[in-house]
C-alpha cells in the first residue's frame, strides 16, 4: 500500500513541536504492515538544503502567483515529496510565523498551494507513484481533503489526523473565491465556518475518517470546551472518529544508546543517572542538591499551562528543589520564569530557545517532568520522561491522563504506577502535586519504583500503527467495493 502524508513538519527537517515527531517516526513503524510512505512536505531551507536525489516530478509557473517545483527525494531515511516554492517557503522567520512571532499574512495561500499540490499527488500526477491512501496533518494540509473531495477524477480515501484543535486555519470568507474550488465548498458542510473560511473544517467534513492523537481528547473535542468552535462537527462525524494514542520513536528516545547525553543508561543502571543530573545542574548553572531536580521542556503557553507553573515555584523554592525550564513561547510567560530565575538564582534556571540536545540532556538527569498543559492532545514529552525514568507530573486531560498512571495507593501496591496526575489544572493543583512528588521522592525506593515501572513502559508506536494500518486496509477495501 502507498501512502501519501501531508505534513507541515517533519523530524528531524523541520520541527516546532510534536507533529513533527509524530510525521518523522510513524512511517517506520507502518513498514512492517506493508505501507510505503511518502511525506509531502512543505520546501523550507532545512528541508530543500538536506535533500538527496532530488528529481523534480511536476512544475508549476504560477502556483497561486509563485513559480513551484515538485521534487520527489530522500533525507534522514525519509522518502519525500517536497514543495519546493521559495516564494513561499524560503523565510527568515519559522514555518508559520516571523521573526517577530507573528503569522505570515500570506499563510492561507501557502498552505492552499501545498494542500493543492498535494491533491494533485492524491490524483495521480507523478508517474509511476500514486497513493491508495492520502493522510494529511492538521489546519495547514486539511485543504487537501477538499481538494480531493470535489475533483470528479479522485477517488483515494482521505484521512485526516487532528493533533490539536486550538489551531484551525481561520481565513477571512473573501479569500474563497482565490482557492479555486466550486462554489458549493462554501457551505456549511464544508468550508464555511462561521462567516469565514475554516480550513480544518473544510478537512474534518471532507476527510473519509478522522483521527485524533488520543482516545480522550478525540471524547474531549466533542465538547463546547475542549472543541473550541468544530464541537457540533466532531459530533457530527462522530461514527467516522477514531481516537489512536501516538507513539515515540525509540531509536531517537534511548537512553541506552542517546549520543547526546554523557551518560547512557537503562533501567538496570539508573545509578548511571546521577552524573547526568550533575552536569545539567552544571550547565543550567545551579548547585547540586539533594532535593528534588524538576524540568519542563515546552512551549511557554496558555495551553501548556506554563503560567501556573511560573505562579508555583515558591513551592520548589521551598523544598531546596531547582527548576530547570527550557522552551520558548509568550513574552509574559518567558518574562515570569526570568523574573522567578533572578529571584532565586540558586533554585530556578531557565533557557529560551528550542534545542533538541538540551531536551535530551533533560530528560537524562531531571528527576521529574512537569507537563501542567490545560490541554493536551497527545502529549510527547511524557512519553519521552516515561523512557528516561524522569517521573512525569501531569495534568489530568487529553493524552497525558491515558499515558501516565497515576501513584495513588493502589496503583504503588500494584507496582502499576509511573507518575502524577493532578486535578484540577489550576496553581493549587499543582502546588499539590509538588508536594506529592517530594513525599514520594524521599522515599527512595518508591520513586525508583516509578522510574522503573515508567521505563518499562511500552511507548513504541506497535500497538499504534497497527491500529492506523488496520484504519487505511478498512479504507482501501471499503473503496475498491465502491469501485467494484
Ligand atoms: P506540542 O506539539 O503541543 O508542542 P508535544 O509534547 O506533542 O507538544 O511535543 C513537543 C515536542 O517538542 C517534543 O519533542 C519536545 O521535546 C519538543 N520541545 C518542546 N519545546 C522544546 C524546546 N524548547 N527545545 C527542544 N525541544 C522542545
Ligand atoms: C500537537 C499536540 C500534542 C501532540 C502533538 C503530536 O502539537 O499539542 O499534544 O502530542 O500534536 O500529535
Known amino acids: 500500500m502507498n501512502l501519501l502524508s501531508v505534513t507541515a513538519e517533519i523530524f528531524p527537517l523541520v520541527k516546532t513541536g510534536g507533529l513533527a515527531d509524530f510525521a518523522g517516526s510513524l512511517p517506520k513503524a507502518l513498514k512492517p504492515h506493508g505501507i510505503r510512505t511518502r511525506s509531502l512536505v512543505p520546501g523550507y531551507r532545512s528541508v530543500t538544503e538536506t535533500l538527496d536525489e532530488a528529481t523534480p516530478v511536476a512544475c508549476y509557473d504560477n502556483l497561486f502567483g509563485e513559480s513551484a517545483t515538485l521534487l520527489a527525494g530522500r533525507a534522514e531515511g525519509l522518502e519525500l515529496?517536497?514543495?519546493?516554492?521559495?516564494?513561499?517557503?524560503?523565510?527568515?522567520g519559522g514555518p508559520y510565523t516571523d521573526k517577530y512571532g507573528k503569522d505570515y499574512p500570506d499563510n492561507?495561500?501557502?498552505?492552499?498551494?501545498?494542500?493543492?499540490?498535494?491533491?494533485?499527488?492524491?490524483?495521480?500526477?507523478?508517474?509511476?507513484?500514486?497513493?491508495?491512501?492520502?493522510?494529511?496533518?492538521?489546519?495547514?494540509?486539511a485543504l487537501s481533503l477538499v481538494y480531493l473531495k470535489y475533483a470528479s477524477d479522485a477517488q483515494v480515501p482521505r484521512v485526516l489526523t487532528v493533533h490539536n484543535m486550538a489551531f484551525q486555519g481561520q481565513f477571512p470568507a473573501h479569500l474563497f473565491s482565490e482557492l479555486g474550488l466550486p462554489d458549493e465548498a462554501y457551505s456549511i458542510d464544508c468550508l464555511e465556518y462561521y462567516g469565514d473560511l475554516g480550513y480544518l473544517k473544510g478537512g474534518l467534513q471532507a476527510a473519509d475518517a478522522v483521527t485524533v492523537v488520543s482516545p480522550t481528547y478525540a471524547r474531549e473535542i466533542m465538547s463546547p470546551t475542549f472543541g473550541m468552535g468544530l464541537e457540533g462537527v466532531m459530533n457530527a462525524r462522530h461514527d467516522d472518529v477514531v481516537g489512536i494514542v501516538n507513539g515515540i520513536d525509540v531509536d531517537v528516545w534511548d537512553p541506552s544508546t542517546d549520543p547526546h547525553i554523557e551518560h547512557q543508561y537503562s533501567s538496570r543502571t539508573l545509578l548511571r543517572r546521577l552524573p547526568n543530573r550533575e552536569s545539567l545542574l552544571e550547565l543550567f548553572g545551579l548547585p547540586q542538591t539533594s532535593g528534588p531536580v524538576f524540568a519542563s521542556i515546552n512551549r511557554l503557553t496558555w495551553q501548556k499551562g506554563m503560567d501556573l507553573l511560573a505562579a508555583v515555584v515558591d513551592e520548589i523554592v521551598a523544598m531546596d528543589g531547582r527548576l530547570i525550564v527550557h522552551g520558548n513561547g509568550d513574552a509574559d510567560i518567558e518574562q515570569a520564569f526570568q523574573n522567578a530565575a533572578r529571584r532565586f538564582p540558586q533554585h530556578i534556571a531557565m533557557k529560551l530557545g528550542y534545542e533538541e540536545y538540551i531536551a535530551h540532556k533533560i530528560h537524562a538527569g531531571?528527576?521529574?517532568?512537569?507537563?501542567?498543559?490545560?490541554?493536551?492532545?497527545?502529549?510527547l514529552t511524557q512519553l519521552y520522561a516515561l523512557r528516561y525514568g524522569c517521573v512525569p507530573i501531569v495534568a489530568r486531560t487529553g493524552g497525558l491522563s491515558e499515558t501516565i498512571i497515576d501513584a495513588n495507593v493502589a496503583a504503588l501496591q500494584a507496582q502499576a504506577a509511573t507518575g502524577i496526575q493532578f486535578s484540577p489544572v489550576d496553581a493549587h493543583g499543582l502546588r499539590l502535586a509538588l508536594r506529592r512528588a517530594l513525599k514520594l521522592f524521599r522515599h527512595r525506593r518508591i520513586w525508583e519504583g516509578l522510574q522503573q515501572q515508567g521505563m518499562k513502559t511500552d511507548s513504541?508506536?506497535?500497538?499504534?500503527?497497527?491500529?492506523?494500518?488496520?484504519?487505511?486496509?478498512g479504507l482501501t477495501r471499503a473503496d475498491m467495493r465502491l469501485a467494484g
Not at 372 to 377: G, L
Open 108 to 141: 492561507w495561500k501557502r498552505f492552499a498551494a501545498f494542500s493543492l499540490v498535494a491533491a494533485q499527488i492524491g490524483r495521480g500526477v507523478v508517474q509511476h507513484w500514486r497513493p491508495d491512501i492520502v493522510h494529511a496533518h492538521d489546519w495547514h494540509a
Open 366 to 379: 531531571a528527576d521529574a517532568m512537569l507537563v501542567p498543559s490545560r490541554f493536551e492532545p497527545c502529549g
Open 81 to 92: 515529496f517536497v514543495l519546493d516554492a521559495p516564494g513561499f517557503f524560503h523565510r527568515s
Open 460 to 473: 513504541s508506536w506497535h500497538d499504534s500503527a497497527a491500529k492506523y494500518a488496520e484504519l487505511y486496509g
